[in-house]
């Protein structure tokens, strides 16, 4: 069975601060790894994906990620935080069966 | 073009009963799941769905069946409501494996 673990549960940054939530996961396979973000109140959104090719990829709203296999480790990365960042960011992992398995969330809090 | 519709958005119900969560796409979308979300618990994966009549579990899926007579269509039913099941529901479509889920905007579940 795969898993996936985040790090942090809660961080605090100021704006203008460099981010970096840590995502592992484990599965012995070929594996899709998702990094999604929840607005307060509001649904998932798909931040950025990896599925083969370029490790570091990029997604929408300046976040990137990086996928290092030798780790198990896909970690999202945003180098100047604003306060609209503020969220619950999960990252997930599409291994042998379908639909995927999440980590339990990081709430970011970003103060202005 | 809708995306993914999920009724209701909120629903109370009293031990015991039963009920069904609807879900619908529009996208053509092979790939179906639902999954609840629980404070501090992430996202956890009820049952999914490869295609119109085939259907798998997921690793929460006791208590709950789905279906899949369509490729638009995949409710969630509760045979018998138990408080544990208080919860918020999201159910997700993608067109295959390797691209992401696209998330409806959620079922907020009270089992009273």
């Known amino acids: 069975a795969q898993s996936v673990s985040q790090h942090n549960h809660h961080v605090i940054l100021s704006e203008a601060a460099s981010l970096e939530l840590g995502c592992n996961y484990s599965?012995?396979?070929?594996?899709?790894l998702f990094w999604y973000v929840q607005y307060p109140g509001q649904h998932l959104q798909l931040l950025l994906k990896?599925?083969?090719?370029?490790?570091l990829v990029k997604g929408i709203k300046g976040f990137e990620a990086e996928f290092i296999k030798s780790k198990f480790s896909f970690n999202l990365r945003k180098p100047s935080v604003q306060w609209s960042d503020t969220a619950e960011y999960f990252c997930a992992v599409r291994g042998g069966a379908d639909g995927l398995t999440f980590g339990k969330g990081t709430h970011l809090i970003i103060q202005p | 073009n809708a995306g993914v519709t999920q009724t209701p958005k909120f629903q109370v119900l009293k031990t015991g009963q039963s009920m069904t969560l609807q879900c619908a796409q529009d996208?053509?979308?092979?790939?179906m799941s639902w999954y609840r979300q629980d404070p501090g618990m992430g996202l956890r994966l009820i049952h999914y769905?490869?295609?119109?009549?085939?259907?798998d579990q997921g690793e929460v899926p006791n208590g709950y069946n789905v279906s899949r007579s369509t490729t638009e269509d995949f409710p969630l039913r509760l045979l018998s409501a138990a408080p544990s099941q208080t919860s918020v529901y999201f159910c997700?479509?993608?067109?295959?494996?390797?691209?992401?889920?696209?998330f409806g905007s959620g079922t907020r579940l009270t089992v009273v």
């Open positions: 599965y012995g396979g070929t594996v899709n």
């Open positions: 997700a479509s993608s067109y295959n494996r390797v691209t992401g889920y696209t």
């Open positions: 769905s490869v295609g119109a009549g085939i259907t």
């Open positions: 996208m053509n979308h092979e790939y």
């Open positions: 990896y599925f083969s090719g370029d490790p």
